[in-house]
């Protein structure tokens, strides 16, 4: 009895889907054709801009023009999100709208079908490009937007502007804390200033370490300290002794990345990397919410491709005059008011003034709900 119940689901969609009818083929693809045009479009509008907004460093950087191009073309997967989901909600709310413009929607439905069971196989598009975005946004934007980060580097150091590099930062490292200024990573050295304080497993001062120069070895590991200034503590954290040093090895276990990457960007992280970055900020005592609310957005905000096929089918089937006004009217409406709502959340999650799950979630449900009161109003 109970496989009988769990298997109704697949029977129902056998039933209906399989093979295709002619009704869900003739708006199904005729919705994806409008889909397919609205993104290449949106899609290629950006591209434009972004050649455009960059083209001064195909003027001014002194590197080889191909990271310019590079660098677009690696955005171009993260351009493709952004624009998947206005896309989605206006090409159904086109589709749908023309089919109920020019009557064909309430002559399908007097045929006996429900308006339901006619947007159902875009529905279940909409459900499929809110997983396949989940993870192509996981597994091909992420790292495409670290090498289109690359690229822009290149870019602007090119054009002579100063990039990736840290000044005046203090971390807890795994046996004590730093406080280092300047981060040359073509040198691996640390200039400006390099001071530590050693801690021991009570929790008080060994000794301090202030140079004003700092370099790493990679192999073997170790850190050659430059004018060093050492100076060593009792328990009862009296000065033994203190020391002037032209130069003094030390075996730090922290290497130069852990200075001058002390934190990454939570968006440019897959699922996998946001709990790694979690334990490191950790042990760094570093604050971390904002990765965790990265993890919840990693479900989150694709969801919102699935919102606006329901939505747009909705406002769709409501039209009354030309469908490509209201379409792009109602696009615009929703998607900016969804973007606006989402943001704010998120910020006040980030900031502590939301629960993190609260923050996140609460636009994808009221949008969902009012999908769902608006279908019920609807009577169709």
């Not at 001014?60 to 896309?87: C, E, N």
């Not at 170790?222 to 003094?248: A, C, G, M, Q, T």
């Not at 852990?258 to 699922?271: A, D, G, I, L, V």
Request: aromatic share 18%; charged share 15%; hydrophobic share 45%.
């Amino acid at each position: 009895m109970t496989l009988s119940i769990l298997l109704t689901p697949f029977r129902w969609f056998k039933r209906e889907f399989i093979p295709f009818r002619i009704l869900d083929r003739y708006l199904f693809f005729d919705f994806l054709k409008n889909f397919a045009g609205t993104l290449i479009l949106l899609t290629s509008m950006i591209v434009i801009y972004e050649f455009t907004n960059n083209m001064k460093y195909l003027v001014s950087s002194k590197v080889q023009q191909s990271h310019v191009y590079f660098y677009i073309l690696y955005s171009v997967p993260g351009m493709i999100v952004q624009v998947a989901s206005p896309a989605l909600m206006f090409s159904v709310c086109f589709v749908v709208g023309q089919y109920s413009v020019n009557k064909e929607l309430v002559a399908i439905m007097v045929a006996g079908v429900s308006f339901l069971r006619i947007i159902t196989p875009i529905l279940f598009f909409g459900f499929f490009v809110w997983m396949f975005m989940t993870f192509f946004s996981q597994f091909v934007v992420i790292p495409a937007n670290k090498q289109a980060q690359i690229e822009y580097s290149y870019m602007a150091k090119g054009a002579n502007r100063l990039i990736d590099f840290v000044y005046q930062f203090h971390v807890k490292g795994k046996n004590g804390f730093y406080y280092v200024y300047w981060i040359d990573e073509k040198e691996n050295t640390v200039k400006g200033g390099f001071n530590y304080v050693d801690i021991g497993e009570d929790g008080l001062p060994n000794y301090t370490v202030s140079s004003q120069k700092a370099k790493f070895v990679e192999n073997p590991h170790h850190w050659i300290l430059y004018d060093v200034e050492e100076i060593r503590f009792n328990s009862d954290l009296e000065v033994v002794s203190r020391e002037k040093i032209p130069e003094k090895n030390y075996p730090f276990p922290e290497d130069i990345k852990y200075f001058s990457r002390p934190t990454r960007n939570p968006e440019q992280m897959n699922f996998f990397e946001l709990a790694e970055e979690i334990e490191s900020r950790i042990g760094k005592g570093i604050p971390y919410r904002d990765v965790l609310v990265q993890r919840h957005v990693t479900f989150a905000m694709p969801l919102m491709s699935f919102i606006v096929v329901a939505l747009g089918a909705l406002a769709g089937a409501i039209t009354k005059r030309s469908a490509g006004v209201a379409s792009l009217g109602l696009t615009i409406a929703v998607v900016l008011l969804y973007y606006i709502l989402y943001s704010t959340a998120k910020t006040l999650a980030e900031n502590g003034g939301l629960p993190i799950w609260l923050g996140i979630w609460i636009t994808p449900f009221l949008f969902i709900t009012a999908a769902y009161v608006l279908y019920k109003k609807m009577n169709i």
